[in-house]
């Protein structure tokens, strides 16, 4: 069975950079793409951006300039970065495997307050 | 406001059937096809149904999946009490070059 357990600072101050991992086990690592994908408080699932394993990303408009994914094939992880958070930024963050994941972390909540 | 259309809640007593619907645009469930989870909160969302109807291995038949131009619905028979949890439908969309995403709909379970 493929686990994906993900991990990161859970409170941040405005400006701050959230970093979030999430690390794949069970299956085999290259040959997808894997995804990050939030959801805000109250709200609904927002697709955040992918990587594949030859390092090709997508990234949601939305987020891009402040937004950076990377992988490491060797350890079969894959990283978030996104620089200057704001309380909008708040949600619990998922990591998946596929641009449609089957596969999903049990999430990580981050709250962004001063 | 989700890209993708669910009604919020749904609810349904044990054994009984319930459908869930979901509605899009030919950006997204207009040309491409869709997914379901189930999300009890606290834990990881599970796929349910791929690719409009497909199930996973290990999905009981009692959930299945449809499609059709620019809606999709999930329908639960014989519901079960372990059943209740968020259900999210989500589709590619050519807009946005990712996956998109309905609000949830909330199962209770009578």
């Known amino acids: 069975q493929v686990q994906l357990q993900q991990w990161g600072a859970g409170l941040l101050k405005p400006s701050e950079t959230l970093s979030l991992t999430c690390a794949v086990s069970g299956g085999f690592f290259t040959g997808y793409s894997w995804t990050w994908i939030r959801q805000p408080p109250g709200k609904g699932l927002e697709w955040i951006g992918e990587?594949?394993?030859?390092?090709?990303?997508k990234y949601n408009p939305s987020l891009k300039g402040r937004l950076s994914l990377s992988i490491d094939t060797s350890k079969n992880q894959f990283s978030l970065k996104l620089s200057s958070v704001t309380a909008a930024d708040t949600a619990v963050y998922y990591c998946?495997?596929?641009?449609?994941?089957?596969?999903w972390g049990q999430g990580t909540p981050v709250t962004v307050s001063s | 406001q989700s890209v993708l259309t669910q009604p919020p809640s749904a609810s349904g007593t044990p054994g009984q059937r319930v459908t869930i619907s979901c509605s899009g645009s030919?950006?997204?469930?207009?040309?491409?096809?869709v997914n379901w989870y189930q999300h009890v909160p606290g834990t990881a969302p599970k796929l349910l149904i791929y690719s409009n109807y497909q199930r996973p291995s290990g999905v009981p038949d009692r959930f299945s999946g449809y499609k059709s131009g620019t809606s999709a619905s999930l329908a639960i028979s014989g519901l079960q009490s372990e059943d209740e949890a968020d259900y999210y439908c989500a589709a590619l969309d050519a807009t946005l070059n990712g996956p998109v995403f309905g609000g949830g709909t909330k199962l209770t379970v009578l």
């Open positions: 030919n950006s997204n469930i207009g040309t491409n096809t």
């Open positions: 990587i594949d394993h030859g390092d090709n990303t």
């Open positions: 998946g495997r596929g641009r449609m994941p089957d596969w």
